[in-house]
């Protein structure tokens, strides 16, 4: 997912997704206000279930956030 910041505030709160129990998370800060996050899972059905941090991030765009871009891949 990569994301741009309308309030680099924010930061903080989107740091929390990396030291929560999920294991499989990555947060990359490429500026104050631009960052992407990493997650990986099993399979696409798990993926479908596990939408916590997706749904986080879609929750500011009203608020504080100006651009949310998902994409879906596989891992070789």
């Not at 899972?41 to 749904?55: D, P, R, Y």
Request: proline share 1%; charged share 20%; hydrophobic share 45%.
């Amino acid at each position: 997912m990569h994301f741009t910041l309308l309030a680099p505030s924010l930061w903080a709160m989107i740091n929390q997704f990396k030291n929560s129990d999920n294991k499989n998370v990555i947060v990359i800060k490429l500026a104050d206000n631009k960052g992407i996050i990493f997650e990986s899972f099993e399979n696409a059905v798990s993926a479908g279930k596990n939408t916590s941090i997706l749904a986080a991030m879609q929750s500011l765009k009203s608020q504080a956030m100006a651009k949310v871009l998902v994409e879906e891949g596989t891992e070789n």
